[in-house]
């Protein structure tokens, strides 16, 4: 694949996650911070999330399983990893949170758990595709190309 | 980005501007940083709140600006915000994911300059620089009393050595730097020095300047003291009304330590002569001068009611008074079972009461006797008007009158005048307070006559003044006055010639009245 291809893959590719819902403008924003002076700052900040959040979403798991939950040790969690993800941009987790915290204020451990896979779902979906995004700029950038700038025409 | 295009040059601020980022979670402080540095500000992170308080605390220069995160785990961002407001007097900006607008309150209620929610967009980050000029020049212009210096260049350093000067003389006023014009909050501690100053010079005597001058107070205006007095001669007016058209209502309610307090109320006729017994649990009467406020806000010569419970005793109102370990106590040569007698020394005893009884009489209904609720309701006015805590203990403290307590709430230092005695009452009614009370107990519950008796001595007596502040209500005395209406009636003649010891107006007694309402 010539680096012509891959730059307009790698653009279809980011606007197939935008209109997924998968990722939104806060994912963009991210994109124009990152310049000379901070070239990787997204894979950067992306990583501090996965890294966050593969935390949380363990310890998610292990208050949910508890004999008694304790939902104010849950809802911080969920609150959190709702911040986190909505500063990345990585708009259906947080959307899966949302849900996620008003089942944690109503007490309803059936549906937390529910909620809980789908937040793992969705988390482990754009963690998939960003993956899938930086290797693919990996690979420009490995080629010698530029990284286009994502516009917002969609 | 054209960010850098964005900014004016301002001596270059804000580029540069020192910015404080705290954040438990690391992917939005990672992003904090870079949108704030893409602003051309200095930044500094930390994802503690301890640290972020050591950072502060270690220079207070170093810094114009703090960003913090509202849930931390090691501390709640909204006392960081306070603290930082307290101590170093930082404009503070609170992040959220919470958008529910009772955070937001939160946020400006603890004294948050800004409220901004997560995701953080670049946009709002900057114009942040907004609230340190705004912060700055609010000093300034408060600092301009002291040094006249405009300039706005060097604000930050300025402001900040300026801010020093104010805070320490604003204490009395417990400013934060935040108002535009600092409130005067008549505290007790200042409250009481002014009813020093107005005892010293005498009510009649009153006038602004002097007050001001015996206060001794920083920061304190001629015309703080002159509204303070406008409000405090209109209470003790007011009072002085109620007592005149109250007394038959009184006479019901009102036991034996009532009359006790009474009796010590015309000692206030001559109140500035007399040393004044504050804020102690116990009657310490001798000791107290008038210018001894107890630290708590009591004014000096209340008495809270000694709420009974609906039995009447005739007798024995004034044994309580002699049960009252206070020093002027002895000079009131109390006779038991003669409460006639009792009562003409009284009169004369009573200018050597002050306040500290009040304690004493505290309600006995306070304690969780809420059959009498009236008279409780009224006790409890009175109660509240002496004593310093709004709380169920401050029963068992004798202050002086409380000027100020609002039982509703039980923050001492609120300043609410409005005491809504009825509905708290009985909440507060537990241990009110002591072994006198214990031993009156069961002689006084209310002794008519002694009521009857502090109504009309009191009419003439303002160095209740505080007291007076506080209206008690009329309903409260209803319940037993029937009975009591014999002794009361022979209570009056002797009081008659008491009453005309009262009238040196020096304090007026608020305690007559039962809700003791103060419209300051």
């Not at chain 2, 409380?402 to 923050?411: G, V």
């Amino acid at each position: 694949m010539d680096l012509v291809q891959m730059q307009k893959s790698l653009q279809d590719y980011t606007k197939s996650l935008f209109l997924e819902g998968v990722l939104d403008s806060q994912f963009l924003q991210l994109q124009q911070l990152q310049d000379e002076s901070n070239p990787d700052f997204v894979s950067q900040v992306v990583t501090l999330f996965f890294q966050d959040s593969d935390r949380i979403l363990n310890d998610l798991s292990l208050s949910l399983d508890q004999q008694v939950v304790d939902f104010k040790k849950v809802d911080p969690h969920v609150h959190q990893l709702k911040g986190s993800s909505s500063s990345i941009g990585a708009q259906r987790v947080k959307n899966a949170c949302v849900v996620f915290r008003n089942f944690c204020e109503q007490q309803n451990v059936e549906a937390c758990h529910r909620c809980l896979q789908q937040v793992k779902q969705e988390y482990y979906l754009v963690k998939n595709r960003l993956e899938t995004l930086f290797k693919l700029e990996q690979q420009i950038v490995a080629s010698g190309g530029m990284i286009p700038a994502m516009e917002l025409g969609f | 980005m054209t960010v850098e295009q964005d900014f004016e040059a301002l001596d270059q601020f804000p580029v540069g501007m020192r910015v404080l980022a705290v954040d438990d979670d690391q992917t939005c402080l990672r992003i904090l940083q870079t949108l704030l540095h893409r602003c051309q500000y200095h930044v500094t992170t930390t994802d503690k709140a301890q640290t972020a308080l050591e950072l502060l605390r270690e220079n207070k220069n170093k810094f114009d600006l703090v960003i913090s995160d509202v849930d931390m785990p090691d501390m709640d961002g909204f006392k960081l915000l306070e603290l930082v407001g307290l101590e170093m007097d930082l404009p503070v900006i609170m992040l959220s994911a919470h958008s529910d607008p009772k955070y937001v309150m939160k946020g400006v209620k603890h004294g948050a300059c800004d409220y901004l929610l997560k995701p953080v967009r670049i946009e709002e980050l900057k114009n942040i620089w907004q609230h340190v000029v705004r912060k700055s020049k609010f000093k300034k212009m408060k600092s301009t009393v002291t040094n006249g210096d405009h300039s706005l260049g060097n604000s930050d350093h300025k402001a900040n050595r300026k801010r020093k000067d104010d805070d320490q003389s604003e204490e009395e006023e417990q400013e934060r730097g935040n108002e535009k014009k600092p409130r005067v909050i008549w505290t007790r501690e200042l409250h009481n020095k002014f009813l020093a100053a107005v005892d010293h010079v005498g009510v009649k005597n009153a006038v602004p300047k002097k007050i001001l001058d015996l206060m001794n107070v920083d920061n304190l205006t001629r015309e703080n003291v002159a509204s303070h007095l406008q409000k405090f001669r209109s209470a003790l007016k007011k009072i002085n009304n109620e007592a005149n058209n109250q007394q038959a209502n009184m006479a019901a309610a009102m036991d034996s330590h009532y009359f006790m307090q009474m009796s010590s109320l015309k000692g206030f006729g001559s109140f500035h002569h007399r040393p004044i017994p504050l804020g102690s649990s116990q009657f310490h009467g001798g000791a107290a001068t008038m210018r001894h406020y107890p630290s708590n806000r009591t004014f000096p010569g209340m008495f809270p009611p000694h709420v009974s419970s609906s039995r009447i005793h005739n007798d024995g109102g004034y044994i309580m008074l002699q049960g009252l370990p206070l020093p002027p106590l002895d000079n009131l040569h109390i006779n038991n079972n003669n409460n006639n007698n009792a009562l003409p020394s009284f009169t004369s005893q009573q200018r050597s009461l002050m306040v500290a009884p009040n304690n004493h009489f505290v309600p006995e209904g306070h304690q969780q006797s809420s059959s009498s609720s009236p008279h409780l309701e009224i006790n409890k006015r009175l109660e509240d008007w002496s004593n310093n805590i709004p709380q169920s203990n401050v029963h068992s403290k004798p202050d002086a009158l409380k000027w100020n307590i609002d039982t509703s709430t039980t923050e001492p230092t609120s300043f609410c005048r409005d005491t809504d005695f009825g509905s708290s009452y009985a909440t507060t009614q537990a241990d009110f307070l002591d072994p006198f009370q214990m031993k009156q107990h069961q002689e006084n519950n209310l002794d008519p006559m002694t009521v009857a008796q502090l109504l009309r001595s009191s009419s003439g007596n303002e160095g209740l003044l505080f007291m007076g502040q506080h209206k008690l209500e009329n309903d409260f005395m209803d319940s037993d006055a029937a009975s009591l209406d014999d002794i009361v009636n022979s209570m009056m003649t002797q009081q008659e010639q008491s009453q005309a010891e009262f009238s040196e107006g020096d304090l007026g007694f608020g305690w007559q009245n039962n809700s003791l309402r103060t419209c300051i």
